[in-house]
Protein backbone atom coordinates (compact mmCIF):
# COMPACT_ATOMS: atom_id res chain seq x y z
CA UNK A 1 0.00 0.00 0.00
CA UNK A 2 0.94 3.46 -0.68
CA UNK A 3 3.35 5.34 2.39
CA UNK A 4 2.17 8.42 3.82
CA UNK A 5 4.02 10.90 5.81
CA UNK A 6 1.62 13.20 8.24
CA UNK A 7 3.29 16.35 9.65
CA UNK A 8 1.03 17.99 12.17
CA UNK A 9 1.28 20.62 14.42
CA UNK A 10 -1.42 18.95 16.56
CA UNK A 11 0.13 15.61 18.12
CA UNK A 12 -3.63 14.28 19.00
CA UNK A 13 -5.07 15.23 16.06
CA UNK A 14 -1.55 13.50 14.23
CA UNK A 15 -2.34 10.21 16.04
CA UNK A 16 -6.01 9.99 15.09
CA UNK A 17 -5.58 10.50 10.78
CA UNK A 18 -2.70 8.03 11.17
CA UNK A 19 -5.16 5.18 12.55
CA UNK A 20 -7.74 6.39 10.40
CA UNK A 21 -5.63 6.28 7.31
CA UNK A 22 -4.12 2.74 8.32
CA UNK A 23 -7.63 1.23 9.06
CA UNK A 24 -7.60 1.28 5.72
CA UNK A 25 -4.20 -0.24 4.37
CA UNK A 26 -1.84 3.05 4.25
CA UNK A 27 1.87 2.81 5.76
CA UNK A 28 1.91 5.74 8.17
CA UNK A 29 4.58 8.08 9.66
CA UNK A 30 3.52 11.04 11.64
CA UNK A 31 5.76 13.81 12.48
CA UNK A 32 5.47 16.96 14.36
CA UNK A 33 8.45 19.28 13.18
CA UNK A 34 10.36 20.07 10.26
CA UNK A 35 13.66 18.70 11.48
CA UNK A 36 15.44 16.50 9.10
CA UNK A 37 12.06 16.62 6.49
CA UNK A 38 14.53 16.20 3.96
CA UNK A 39 15.39 12.77 5.57
CA UNK A 40 12.98 11.94 6.71
CA UNK A 41 11.54 12.06 3.00
CA UNK A 42 14.38 10.26 2.07
CA UNK A 43 14.35 7.38 4.83
CA UNK A 44 10.54 6.87 4.49
CA UNK A 45 9.97 7.58 0.90
CA UNK A 46 6.26 8.60 1.00
CA UNK A 47 4.02 8.77 -2.03
CA UNK A 48 2.18 11.91 -0.37
CA UNK A 49 2.65 14.15 2.61
CA UNK A 50 -0.05 15.58 4.22
CA UNK A 51 0.26 18.98 6.12
CA UNK A 52 -1.69 20.45 9.09
CA UNK A 53 -0.71 23.40 11.15
CA UNK A 54 -1.71 26.76 12.11
CA UNK A 55 0.79 28.62 14.51
CA UNK A 56 4.76 26.99 15.38
CA UNK A 57 4.32 25.08 11.73
CA UNK A 58 1.57 26.67 9.62
CA UNK A 59 0.41 24.31 6.52
CA UNK A 60 2.16 27.07 4.06
CA UNK A 61 5.83 26.28 5.67
CA UNK A 62 5.43 23.12 5.47
CA UNK A 63 4.60 23.59 1.90
CA UNK A 64 7.31 25.84 1.16
CA UNK A 65 10.01 23.47 3.14
CA UNK A 66 8.49 21.14 1.14
CA UNK A 67 9.17 22.48 -2.03
CA UNK A 68 13.04 22.96 -0.92
CA UNK A 69 13.13 18.95 -0.84
CA UNK A 70 14.75 18.25 -4.72
CA UNK A 71 14.25 14.78 -4.20
CA UNK A 72 10.17 14.42 -3.47
CA UNK A 73 8.39 13.19 -6.58
CA UNK A 74 5.22 12.24 -4.04
CA UNK A 75 1.84 14.05 -4.19
CA UNK A 76 1.50 17.04 -1.18
CA UNK A 77 -1.71 17.95 0.44
CA UNK A 78 -2.05 21.18 2.97
CA UNK A 79 -4.76 21.32 5.08
CA UNK A 80 -5.32 25.15 5.78
CA UNK A 81 -7.40 26.85 8.79
CA UNK A 82 -10.96 27.25 8.54
CA UNK A 83 -11.34 30.61 6.81
CA UNK A 84 -8.18 30.94 5.62
CA UNK A 85 -7.71 33.05 1.68
CA UNK A 86 -3.97 32.84 0.88
CA UNK A 87 -2.60 34.87 -2.17
CA UNK A 88 -1.82 33.15 -4.77
CA UNK A 89 1.85 34.13 -4.54
CA UNK A 90 2.29 32.63 -1.42
CA UNK A 91 0.54 29.41 -2.76
CA UNK A 92 2.97 29.47 -5.30
CA UNK A 93 6.31 29.12 -2.99
CA UNK A 94 5.23 25.98 -1.90
CA UNK A 95 4.13 22.23 -3.26
CA UNK A 96 1.13 21.68 -3.07
CA UNK A 97 -1.52 19.54 -5.48
CA UNK A 98 -4.32 19.75 -3.36
CA UNK A 99 -5.50 22.35 -0.87
CA UNK A 100 -8.41 21.63 1.58
CA UNK A 101 -10.13 23.84 4.63
CA UNK A 102 -10.24 22.60 8.18
CA UNK A 103 -12.11 20.30 9.08
CA UNK A 104 -12.29 17.20 7.33
CA UNK A 105 -13.89 14.56 7.71
CA UNK A 106 -11.69 11.31 8.11
CA UNK A 107 -13.60 9.70 5.22
CA UNK A 108 -13.16 12.69 2.92
CA UNK A 109 -9.54 13.22 3.19
CA UNK A 110 -9.08 9.23 2.93
CA UNK A 111 -11.43 10.06 -0.35
CA UNK A 112 -9.22 12.62 -1.73
CA UNK A 113 -5.90 10.83 -0.75
CA UNK A 114 -6.80 7.71 -3.10
CA UNK A 115 -8.16 9.92 -6.29
CA UNK A 116 -4.52 11.57 -5.86
CA UNK A 117 -2.74 8.73 -5.54
CA UNK A 118 -4.94 6.84 -8.45
CA UNK A 119 -6.27 4.68 -6.09
CA UNK A 120 -10.17 3.47 -6.04
CA UNK A 121 -11.85 5.61 -2.96
CA UNK A 122 -14.87 3.56 -3.17
CA UNK A 123 -13.63 0.26 -1.28
CA UNK A 124 -11.22 2.45 1.26
CA UNK A 125 -14.08 4.64 2.32
CA UNK A 126 -16.29 1.70 2.65
CA UNK A 127 -13.44 -0.57 4.13
CA UNK A 128 -13.23 2.72 6.87
CA UNK A 129 -16.80 3.01 7.34
CA UNK A 130 -16.96 -1.18 8.46
CA UNK A 131 -13.97 -0.36 10.73
CA UNK A 132 -16.21 2.36 12.71
CA UNK A 133 -18.97 0.25 12.74
CA UNK A 134 -17.09 -2.70 14.31
CA UNK A 135 -15.67 0.05 17.02
CA UNK A 136 -18.85 1.12 18.05
CA UNK A 137 -20.52 -2.61 17.98
CA UNK A 138 -21.97 -4.74 21.76
CA UNK A 139 -18.80 -6.48 22.76
CA UNK A 140 -19.28 -10.61 22.13
CA UNK A 141 -21.20 -12.04 25.14
CA UNK A 142 -18.62 -13.83 27.77
CA UNK A 143 -18.36 -18.06 26.79
CA UNK A 144 -19.85 -19.76 29.60
CA UNK A 145 -17.63 -22.79 30.37
CA UNK A 146 -19.47 -26.30 29.83
CA UNK A 147 -18.48 -27.68 33.06
CA UNK A 148 -21.19 -27.26 35.36
CA UNK A 149 -20.02 -26.58 38.63
CA UNK A 150 -21.20 -29.22 41.83
CA UNK A 151 -24.87 -28.05 43.20
CA UNK A 152 -25.76 -26.58 39.74
CA UNK A 153 -26.87 -29.34 37.94
CA UNK A 154 -29.01 -29.91 40.70
CA UNK A 155 -30.75 -26.43 40.30
CA UNK A 156 -31.46 -26.42 36.78
CA UNK A 157 -32.98 -29.83 37.35
CA UNK A 158 -35.47 -28.65 39.99
CA UNK A 159 -36.24 -26.03 37.31
CA UNK A 160 -36.62 -27.75 34.88
CA UNK A 161 -39.09 -29.86 36.81
CA UNK A 162 -37.09 -32.78 37.54
CA UNK A 163 -34.37 -34.72 36.17
CA UNK A 164 -32.90 -38.64 34.97
CA UNK A 165 -30.09 -38.16 37.55
CA UNK A 166 -29.28 -36.72 40.49
CA UNK A 167 -29.67 -36.04 44.20
CA UNK A 168 -33.01 -37.41 45.26
CA UNK A 169 -33.48 -34.41 47.48
CA UNK A 170 -33.17 -31.88 44.36
CA UNK A 171 -35.80 -34.59 42.64
CA UNK A 172 -37.81 -34.37 45.23
CA UNK A 173 -37.74 -30.50 45.78
CA UNK A 174 -38.56 -30.08 41.98
CA UNK A 175 -41.65 -32.11 42.60
CA UNK A 176 -42.57 -30.42 45.39
CA UNK A 177 -42.13 -26.76 43.88
CA UNK A 178 -43.55 -27.76 40.75
CA UNK A 179 -46.38 -30.22 41.88
CA UNK A 180 -47.68 -29.14 45.26
CA UNK A 181 -51.16 -28.04 43.94
CA UNK A 182 -52.77 -28.13 47.38
CA UNK A 183 -50.11 -25.46 48.42
CA UNK A 184 -51.16 -23.19 46.02
CA UNK A 185 -54.49 -23.90 46.45
CA UNK A 186 -54.37 -22.64 49.89
CA UNK A 187 -52.82 -20.10 49.30
CA UNK A 188 -55.28 -18.66 46.74
CA UNK A 189 -57.90 -19.43 49.11
CA UNK A 190 -55.93 -17.26 51.18
CA UNK A 191 -55.48 -14.30 49.32
CA UNK A 192 -59.17 -14.65 47.94
CA UNK A 193 -59.95 -13.77 51.70
CA UNK A 194 -58.08 -10.20 51.50
CA UNK A 195 -59.93 -6.71 51.02
CA UNK A 196 -57.88 -4.18 50.47
CA UNK A 197 -59.59 -0.72 50.82
CA UNK A 198 -57.81 1.84 48.51
CA UNK A 199 -58.25 4.66 51.13
CA UNK A 200 -56.27 3.28 53.58
CA UNK A 201 -52.91 4.89 54.01
CA UNK A 202 -51.32 2.13 56.63
CA UNK A 203 -52.06 -1.12 58.46
CA UNK A 204 -52.20 -2.72 61.28
CA UNK A 205 -49.25 -4.28 62.08
CA UNK A 206 -51.28 -7.33 64.49
CA UNK A 207 -53.42 -7.79 61.58
CA UNK A 208 -50.44 -8.07 59.13
CA UNK A 209 -48.88 -10.44 61.07
CA UNK A 210 -51.82 -12.21 61.63
CA UNK A 211 -52.03 -12.74 57.77
CA UNK A 212 -48.13 -13.63 58.40
CA UNK A 213 -48.47 -16.69 60.20
CA UNK A 214 -51.77 -17.92 58.27
CA UNK A 215 -48.99 -18.21 55.19
CA UNK A 216 -46.56 -19.55 57.06
CA UNK A 217 -48.66 -22.29 57.50
CA UNK A 218 -48.73 -23.59 53.80
CA UNK A 219 -44.50 -23.78 54.11
CA UNK A 220 -42.50 -26.39 53.24
CA UNK A 221 -39.66 -25.60 55.84
CA UNK A 222 -37.94 -29.08 55.01
CA UNK A 223 -37.94 -27.83 51.37
CA UNK A 224 -36.65 -23.85 52.02
CA UNK A 225 -33.69 -25.31 53.67
CA UNK A 226 -32.91 -27.72 50.90
CA UNK A 227 -32.66 -25.24 48.77
CA UNK A 228 -30.75 -22.81 50.94
CA UNK A 229 -27.94 -25.31 51.14
CA UNK A 230 -27.80 -26.20 47.02
CA UNK A 231 -27.78 -22.15 46.44
CA UNK A 232 -24.42 -21.99 48.99
CA UNK A 233 -23.23 -25.13 47.70
CA UNK A 234 -23.27 -23.48 44.30
CA UNK A 235 -22.34 -19.70 45.31
CA UNK A 236 -19.21 -21.82 47.38
CA UNK A 237 -17.90 -23.79 43.85
CA UNK A 238 -18.57 -20.77 41.99
CA UNK A 239 -16.33 -18.92 43.77
CA UNK A 240 -13.52 -21.48 43.62
CA UNK A 241 -13.96 -21.35 39.73
CA UNK A 242 -13.00 -18.35 39.56
CA UNK A 243 -10.31 -18.22 41.33
Known amino acids: MKKVLL???DFQESGQTETDLK???FDVLGINNLISLSDQILTFGPDAVISCGIQKIPSLMIGRE??????YRGKSILILPNGARPAPSEIAKTRVDVLIEAPVLPFRLIEILAKLLSLDPAPL???FNKSKIQEHAAPPLPRINSETPPGLSDLIRVKGGGSSSGS???TAAGKNLIEDKERVAGYQKFVQGIKIDVQETSHSKVAIKERQEELKKGWDFQLLEQLDKLKRQFAEALFKKNN
Not at 66 to 71: C, D, E, P, R, T
Open 66 to 71: LKKVNH
Open 168 to 170: NTS
Open 23 to 25: KVG
Open 125 to 127: VEK
Open 7 to 9: IFE
